[in-house]
């Protein structure tokens, strides 16, 4: 009799064994889709008369990792274009950015505010800030390199149009 428990014992803790490594590769699986490198759909933004090609970041995981990891020397776009599915205060981290970037908060296909030449915390001089808030509530934000608004006069009320 006792063997018997010492068998059913065994195997039960075979199962929970085998249950937490299934459940620990899933984790795994699953940092990884989030986390992984993000395979961009790029589009295309009409300001003044001026088309630019950005990256589109229209999820979680795209909005989550953003520029992180990209260099100017092999950015191929001309910035990154956010979009959420509601109207909020928006929070933007630099985490592994490595350039200054230009931040243009959108609401209703028109710019309410922008932020110039913010440099990633590698850059910063100790002063490091990772995080950036939205001034007013937006359901788009544009990220360019550094010098971006200036050069496409971006002001409060320019219209940003997505190309289809």
């Known amino acids: ?10 195997r039960n803790g075979c199962l929970v ?7 620990l590769a ?17 589009g295309q933004v009409q300001i ?20 992180s990891g990209q260099t100017l020397a092999d ?3 001309t910035g990154m274009i956010f ?3 509601d109207v909020e205060e928006r929070r933007f981290w630099m985490y592994d950015m490595h350039f200054s970037i230009d931040i243009v908060w959108i609401l209703d296909g028109r710019v309410v505010k922008t932020q110039e030449r913010l440099l990633p915390p590698d850059l910063n001089d100790g002063e490091i800030q990772y995080m950036y808030s939205s001034p ?4 788009w934000v544009l990220e360019l390199p ?19």
């Open 83 to 85: 979009f959420f599915d």
């Open 26 to 42: 899933f984790i795994a699986w699953g940092i990884g889709q989030f986390f992984g490198v993000q395979e961009f759909t790029m």
């Open 48 to 67: 003044h008369d001026e088309v630019i090609d950005v990256y589109i970041a229209d999820d979680l995981a795209e909005r989550a990792q953003g520029l």
């Open 75 to 77: 950015f191929p776009v």
């Open 1 to 10: 009799m006792a063997s018997k428990k010492k068998k059913a014992s065994s």
């Open 17 to 23: 064994v085998v249950g937490v490594l299934v459940l």
């Open 136 to 139: 007013y509530e937006v359901e």
């Open 146 to 164: 550094a010098g971006g608004v200036e050069a496409l006069e971006l002001v409060p009320g320019t219209e940003v149009k997505l190309l289809p």
